[in-house]
């Protein structure tokens, strides 16, 4: 199963969460970021409709998948104040 990890960091003068390489919004607080981050990963465990999508990678091809509702991922946040 894949992990998706929130991470809570300082970003431009205030706190974000971060996944992967993305960052979220500005927070004013470290709790406002942490509970922005908690709601987003419940969120993301949530089932949805399957549904087709498409998408190009990195290489500039175009792919057509079917992406399953169902198949949600697990997720953690971390806080590291």
Partial sequence: MVMVRY???EHD???A???GSALS???RSHDAALKAATSAAAR???AGQTDGIVYQ???GQWHEEL???RDRPATRVVDQP
């Fill in 7 to 9: 991470e809570i960091v």
């Fill in 67 to 69: 992406a399953d509702g």
């Fill in 44 to 46: 993301q465990t949530l």
């Fill in 17 to 19: 969460y971060k996944v």
């Fill in 13 to 15: 003068g205030g706190w």
């Fill in 25 to 27: 919004e500005t927070f």
């Fill in 57 to 59: 990678d990195e290489n």
